[in-house]
């Protein structure tokens, strides 16, 4: 534990609008799963790559899912790492800085992006985004293969959003799921990192 710091996860900040809460919910349970002992270990393993920001303020940049999930089962501290200290840098620089490294992702629910002060200050803010719970569940069964290139499972979801209605995903998630993992493998994602033949 002595590599990494502690912080409390109330007050962690997001570098994003949303989360998938399907992929939270199922975060959650495992974490209230665990006991405060094994959650503490859990946690430890997971730390959460922070930027400290103005105000000393630290921003998430990975582990949304997994911070949104620790503060739901009520865990009040997390691990993280620091990734880079931008507390010098004036807001409007900070959030430039932050999306020249691929640190931020200011787009919503519906694959449109905004300004940078849309980002909610805390993670109880962050908006549901089914279409990137069901990236997440495609990537967990296979459908992709996780990789280094910043906010992937957004890149997938935007793809799932353009090919299966709402209503069916609503509907039926798991059956969304094995469709999206068959459009995973289509030769129409070819493009997108992580694409799996």
Same mark, same amino acid.
């Given at each position: 534990?002595?590599? =990494? ?13 949303? &989360?998938?809460?399907?992929? &939270?919910? #199922? ?22 790559? &922070?930027?400290?920001? @103005? ?10 899912? !997994? ?14 790492? $620091? ?7 004036? @807001?409007?620089? =900070? ?8 640190? $931020? ?21 962050? /908006?549901?985004? #089914?279409?990137?719970? !069901?990236?997440? =569940? ?10 280094? #290139?910043?906010? /992937? ?15 069916? $995903? ?28």
């Amino acid at each position: 534990m002595a590599k =990494f710091k502690r912080a409390r996860i109330k007050d962690l900040c997001p570098t994003q609008l949303t &989360v998938g809460m399907i992929e &939270v919910e #199922v975060k959650r349970k495992h974490l209230t799963g665990l006991s405060p002992k094994k959650q503490e270990l859990f946690l430890e393993a997971h730390p959460m790559p &922070v930027v400290i920001g @103005p105000e000393g303020k630290l921003y998430i940049t990975d582990h949304h899912h !997994l911070a949104r999930a620790a503060l739901e089962a009520k865990i009040d501290y997390a691990c993280f790492s $620091v990734e880079a200290d931008f507390s010098a840098r004036r @807001p409007d620089k =900070f959030w430039h800085d932050m999306d020249k490294k691929f640190w $931020v992702h200011p787009l919503d629910q519906h694959g449109i992006r905004h300004r940078y002060h849309h980002i909610p200050a805390s993670l109880d803010k962050l /908006v549901d985004d #089914v279409y990137r719970s !069901l990236a997440g =569940f495609v990537r967990d069964a296979g459908g992709f293969q996780k990789t280094n #290139v910043a906010f /992937v499972e957004f890149i997938w979801a935007d793809y799932f959003r353009r090919n299966i209605a709402i209503e069916d $995903v609503k509907a039926d998630f798991m059956a969304a799921v094995r469709h999206a993992k068959r459009l995973a493998r289509s030769p129409r994602a070819k493009r997108i990192p992580g694409y799996k033949r």
